[in-house]
């Protein structure tokens, strides 16, 4: 079995750390945290993606803040929009190099419109892990 024969949607992570719009800037940040990732899929209520946001995002809103004298505000104000997404029908092999080349950390996976689990770059090192355990 060769490495691109691999579905990547056998390693997806399916229950990533995400958040709304309305989540506050300070919440999303303690969350991140606490589950120890460095960025989160920001969802609506449809579980439709609508961004991410990322410690960057995090720490420039804070940077901004501060000169402006305010901190805060909501995940919407502060996360990133154009978020690329994939289906479920790619090789292990393919995920990677869209990761690399697109120079992401994560990528959400959608299915009919819906957000149903991400890829990231840890998920991807797991299944070549497993692949070279065999």
Do not use: W
């Amino acid at each position: 079995m060769a490495l691109r024969s691999i579905r990547a949607i056998d390693y997806m992570t399916k229950n990533p750390v995400t958040v709304k719009p309305s989540t506050s800037l300070f919440e999303a940040i303690d969350i991140m945290l606490a589950a120890k990732v460095s960025g989160a899929t920001v969802l609506n209520d449809n579980k439709e993606v609508v961004g991410v946001i990322s410690e960057i995002d995090c720490l420039q809103a804070i940077l901004k803040g501060t000169y402006h004298g305010e901190i805060g505000g909501t995940v919407k104000e502060f996360m990133t929009e154009e978020v690329d997404s994939v289906g479920t029908d790619m090789d292990i092999l393919a995920v990677a190099e869209l990761l690399i080349k697109q120079k992401r950390r994560r990528m959400p996976v959608v299915e009919n419109g819906k957000f149903i689990g991400q890829y990231s770059i840890r998920s991807i090192l797991n299944a070549v892990k497993e692949f070279n355990l065999k």
